[in-house]
């Protein structure tokens, strides 16, 4: 039984009991209303009070039954409320803890609600794309007032039970036991009638149309891309203009209309997404853990530092090590000015500052990294320096320390193999700024323990990162993939485009940033570099030669204040340069092509299927456990944009057959060579699948 009855005298308690977060799945609806209906039918009760166990009164709708019968299967969330709401007992909602989403709306249904002070109270649909469904855009103004119910329901963000104490949302705020404060609260109102009903309340708001045209504005242009936001303040609306069940049949007409939206279905891809990543089939869930109360970082360069600060922000003493004294000094002064600035901003006090400071030291000597519980390495990308390290942690380190590689494309078996104890290496591939980006790839060797795997997951969650598992090969999932985007991008200046125009078609689409403003901020030179060791390791692997032209030059990118734009000092925008420009029409000559006007759609087509490409094989191979994980790497870590849900969902979206085809159509172009369907692309397109199912 997922919702318990009991009577206390003549006062039914119905306890919601459906761990974590009192979820409003099946059994637990039906429990509350059978509860509701004993209730009535015993004539010694005369009021109801509907409570949660554990932390919190509930979170809403049960996860565990999106997308299967059970969700709408009756009775519905409906028709709770509506039995709630109806019955001619007084239902009280005691409240504490949380009270989000379908909890909130089943507790606006009550006709009164009592709450302890610290519980979080939220409509947070809009995060999924959709609103809320069961009348909580039109209870929640008539409770809290219009403005601060359309912030709610517009952002989805909780507030705190005390912040809304003095409006009608709340009878009574508890101090102490919340249940006996329920009880009392009960017993004083019990004969009380008529019973209130929050939808008899009238919005009162002086001018709430100016108002709401003023929001309407300001949603579309924060949330340009997101129908959602926008729907929630029509929604709000009619729970101003129309009579109460009017405004209820209009939420639901645009929650359905919602839910069909491929912005809705990338949101809700993502939620599950993120949840889905942390599971590793063959890495049951009770793998032990082993313990992280330290941890060292070999090299306090741009990663390394990035690296210590999520140690120190999580609580994690951290030391890190450099072969000279400048080095370090130099490492640990950027960690302090980068926190000076979160001070500046107000995101930091002096004392949390002084305190994660005080939890970073620095060292020369390999000796004193000996005892820490995870040693994670953000040395120079060669080979050689990686050998050097890894046989130096082998010597000091004690048993059973995890030994990392923040390496981004080298391969973490012939690391591990630089050690005698591979079981215990792993790759932790951190992307920068690392102290920010909410991506850590997670790359497990062919000899990587599944403990030290499930450590390093829990420690990625602890480090409040998004831990993603990718297999070995070169550049792992994100890298690897990325690299035939800006493959393409190159091809397509040769072909006729030039970098703003790339950059403004992709930016449309909706990515954080183009390939080339990308390049220009990571540094062109990284690129150059490995392209340098490809034309040796991989002859046939083509790519335009204008990138390598500009490096030529110097250019490497904001930090040269010249790359594929042009940079002012003190400002980061890209100003088109006629320099680049230039070089670039007289590549396409040089090589004997005719150039021809390129449309947006073939640029974003072209580096978005590149992408889904290179994702299909890399899933093929088994480099990622499954098409989610992959979306997850973009979403998180390369500024892919949200609404679309990763590349491998935004190819579901499109249609797995017309990627296919429009990748034949590529494969007759100017590089053939870039564009072998995946067989997996082939294999699901013939039979009618997805990539994510
Ligand atoms: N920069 C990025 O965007 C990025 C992103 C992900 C991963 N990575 C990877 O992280 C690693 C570090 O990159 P980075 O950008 O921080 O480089 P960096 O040049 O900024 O820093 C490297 C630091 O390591 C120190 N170092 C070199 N050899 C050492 C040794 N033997 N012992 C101790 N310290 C040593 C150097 O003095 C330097 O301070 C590389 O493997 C790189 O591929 C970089």
Not at 47 to 56: D, F, P, R
Not at 274 to 291: G, H, M, Y
Not at 303 to 310: F, K, L, S, T
Request: some cysteine; glycine content about 10%.
């Amino acid at each position: 039984m997922t919702a318990t009855y009991q009577a206390h005298g003549d006062i039914a308690v119905i306890t919601l009991d459906n761990p974590p977060v009192n979820g409003l799945g099946h059994a637990t609806r039906s429990g509350i209303v059978d509860g509701v209906q004993r209730a009535l039918d015993d004539a010694a009760i005369k009021a109801i009070v509907l409570v949660g166990s554990g932390k919190g009164f509930s979170g809403g709708a049960d996860i565990r039954e999106f997308n299967t019968p059970k969700a709408l299967q009756e009775p519905s969330l409906h028709t709770v409320i509506r039995v709630v709401e109806g019955s001619d007992k007084p239902v009280i909602a005691a409240i504490q803890g949380l009270a989000m989403g379908g909890g909130l709306e089943l507790a606006l249904g009550c006709h009164y609600r009592v709450a302890t002070a610290g519980a979080q109270i939220a409509l947070p649909e809009v995060k999924l794309g959709i609103l809320p469904g069961a009348g909580g855009t039109q209870r929640l103004p008539r409770v809290i007032g219009l403005e601060q119910a359309l912030n709610m329901i517009v952002s989805g963000t909780p507030v705190m039970s005390e912040k809304l104490s003095g409006t009608r949302l709340f009878d009574q705020m508890i101090d102490g036991d919340l249940l006996a404060g329920a009880l009392a609260f009960a017993k004083r109102i019990a004969d009380q009638r008529p019973l209130p009903k929050v939808r008899d309340i009238r919005i009162d708001y002086p001018n709430a149309d100016g108002y709401l045209q003023f929001a309407r504005n300001a949603v579309r242009t924060v949330a340009a891309n997101y129908p959602g936001p926008q729907k929630c303040v029509e929604a709000v609306a009619a729970a101003v203009s129309k009579r109460f069940d009017d405004g209820l049949k209009f939420e639901r007409d645009l929650f359905l209309e919602l839910v069909q939206t491929p912005e809705s279905k990338a949101l809700r891809h993502a939620f599950f997404a993120e949840r889905a990543a942390s599971k590793i089939p063959d890495v049951p869930a009770e793998t032990p853990l082993r313990e992280i109360k330290s941890a060292g970082v070999i090299g306090a360069g741009t990663m390394g530092g990035g690296i210590a600060m999520n140690f120190a922000n999580a609580g994690i003493p951290v030391k890190m090590l450099e072969m000279k004294q400048e080095a370090l000094d130099k490492g640990l002064a950027t960690i302090r000015k980068n926190y000076e600035n979160s001070m500046k901003k107000g995101k930091l006090t002096q004392e949390q500052l002084d305190k994660r400071m005080s939890l970073i030291s620095g060292t020369l000597a390999y000796e004193e990294l000996g005892q820490a519980d995870i040693v994670i390495e953000a040395v120079f990308e060669d080979m050689g320096v990686k050998e050097q390290v890894f046989k130096k942690l082998d010597e000091v380190m004690k048993p059973g320390a995890i030994l990392a590689s923040n390496t981004s494309t080298l391969d973490v078996d012939k690391i591990a193999a630089f050690t005698r104890r591979p079981q215990d290496v792993i790759g932790t591939h951190f992307f920068s700024p690392a102290n920010v980006m909410k991506l850590l790839e997670i790359v497990r060797g062919k000899a990587t323990g599944k403990d030290v795997l499930a450590t390093v997951m829990a420690l990625a969650k602890k480090i409040k990162k998004t831990g993603v598992v990718s297999g070995v090969c070169d550049g792992f999932i994100g890298n690897r993939m990325v690299e035939q985007y800006i493959r393409q991008a190159g091809f397509l200046l040769e072909e006729g485009c030039l970098p703003q125009q790339v950059d403004r078609a992709i930016e449309k689409f909706g990515f954080a940033m183009g390939p080339f403003r990308m390049s220009d901020l990571a540094g062109n030179d990284i690129g150059w570099y490995i392209r340098k060791r490809r034309y040796v390791e991989k002859p046939d692997v083509t790519y335009s030669k204008i990138a390598d032209l500009l490096c030529e030059q110097g250019r490497f990118g904001q930090k040269t204040s010249a790359g594929w734009y042009d940079y002012k000092p003190g400002d980061r925008k890209a100003y088109p340069s006629d320099a680049v420009n230039q070089m670039i029409v007289k590549h396409s000559a040089d090589i004997g092509v005719q150039r021809r006007k390129v449309s947006d759609e073939e640029i974003v087509e072209r580096l978005v299927y590149a992408l889904v490409n290179e994702g299909a094989l890399i899933l093929e191979e088994g480099i990622a456990m499954r098409a989610s994980d992959i979306d997850m790497v973009y979403l998180t870590g390369y500024g892919y944009p949200l609404f679309r849900g990763g590349p491998m969902c935004y190819a579901d979206t499109v249609g797995l057959p017309n990627v296919l085809r429009s990748i034949r159509g590529y494969a007759k172009g100017h590089h053939p060579e870039a564009w072998k369907p995946a067989p997996l692309l082939e294999k699901l397109a013939a039979d009618g699948k997805s990539f994510n199912g």
